[in-house]
């Protein structure tokens, strides 16, 4: 079998490879192994590899048992769960709630390589396999469930995510800094139920330990029962998403209470810029050639992120509870024709897409012919 080098290991083959015995985490995903900067998966196994762990990616793992979490053997600290880059019921279904036979972010764009819930099912496979290891849970899937929510395709309002899949703690909104510091205090030694204070987290505990000072909106029994209640306990959990004037939020879930602390600070310029130069292949992983391949690529493939965050605050969009209202760009030298990562991009394919998050109008993308980067000639070999 061949190995290829430039990935993170998706097998104990490819471990072996490198010569590790025990991966330090596994970092597992809902999407396709794609190695590039618009996919969680790929941003999160970069950067602790940045930090100098041994990290594996487990990307769609075989959802009808745990064997698959056992794949690279038992991970030294812990896993890191992500239910992939769009919800997994938006993935699998329509508005009609018809189910979809497509998804773009699956090899060969077929559906059916993730289950329904794929966050909450991947984590409690996660906690069979090795119910002793913490397990981490953030992205996009897990972020919009955090406190009691309305679920359009139960219709009814469900607790939080941390009650149901069994995690140790959610990482909520963009999760670099909170990434960095869990898995420095796991690799300490740490008790992960210790890790209670990290901005942009939050976990579940007992009415005796709950923080000295926060804000509490209504519980979940009461929100599923009452609309007026479920408004204006989304209405305090708005109010308190931004990283300076956010309080902590307290939200009583079926027995135990939700903690949910102030927002992790958004990238600067500088650390944004670093997220972005970490060393993507900007690929997906050659094991899905055969396969057709990962479409989700196609249209980010060339692309070069330029900002985050968005001020607006629409109805329809969950930017800001993710970036933040705060807006962060780049500096023109890395996000421009200097760029590292144009270096991977080959002398034909001149014209790549800037894409950006303009506020308040949500994702804007346009094109742009290049010149190649220094080193590499056009087409015509000038």
Avoid at 250 to 257: A, L, N, P, T
Avoid at 344 to 358: F, G, N, Q
């Amino acid at each position: 079998m061949e190995h290829y080098t430039e990935f993170l290991p998706i097998s104990r083959a490819d471990m072996e490879a490198r010569g590790w015995d025990q991966l330090d985490f596994v970092v597992v995903g809902g999407d396709a192994y794609v190695d590039h900067p618009s996919f969680g998966t790929a941003i999160i196994s970069r950067l602790l590899e940045a930090e100098g762990y041994k990290v594996g990616v487990l990307a769609q793992p075989r959802y009808t048992d745990c064997e698959d979490f056992k794949r690279f053997g038992k991970p030294k600290y812990g896993f890191f769960i992500g239910g992939g880059n769009v919800d997994s019921m938006v993935s699998h279904y329509s508005v009609a709630k018809i189910p979809r036979a497509e998804d773009e972010y699956s090899p060969g764009g077929k559906g059916g390589a993730r289950p329904d819930r794929s966050a909450t099912v991947y984590t409690k496979l996660a906690k069979e396999a090795y119910p002793d290891l913490p397990v981490i849970l953030g992205g996009l899937e897990a972020s919009l469930r955090r406190f009691a929510h309305y679920d359009y395709w139960l219709d009814t309002v469900l607790p939080s995510i941390a009650e149901d899949s069994g995690a140790d703690l959610i990482s909520f909104g963009m999760g670099e800094h909170q990434t960095v510091e869990i898995a420095r205090r796991l690799a300490a030694g740490e008790p992960v139920e210790h890790i209670t204070d990290v901005n942009g987290t939050c976990y579940l505990t007992d009415f005796d330990h709950l923080p000295e000072r926060y804000v509490e909106c209504a519980g979940y029994k009461k929100v599923a029962s009452d609309k007026v209640a479920y408004a204006k306990a989304c209405r305090i959990q708005m109010d308190n998403q931004d990283v300076v004037s956010g309080q902590i939020i307290v939200q009583k879930q079926s027995e135990k209470y939700l903690v949910q602390n102030i927002p992790a600070k958004p990238l600067v310029r500088g650390e944004l810029d670093k997220v972005y130069a970490l060393p993507y292949t900007r690929r997906y992983h050659p094991i899905y050639e055969a396969m057709g391949g990962v479409p989700a690529i196609r249209e980010v493939q060339f692309s070069i992120i330029q900002n985050r965050g968005c001020f607006g605050g629409c109805n329809f969009c969950a930017i800001q509870l993710h970036q933040g209202r705060r807006v962060t760009s780049r500096t023109a030298r890395m996000a421009s024709t200097r760029s590292p990562a144009l270096a991977l991009i080959p002398a034909t394919a001149r014209k790549i897409r800037l894409s950006t998050v303009t506020p308040p109008s949500g994702i804007c993308r346009s094109s742009a012919e290049f010149p190649p980067p220094p080193g590499q000639t056009g087409p015509s070999g000038r």
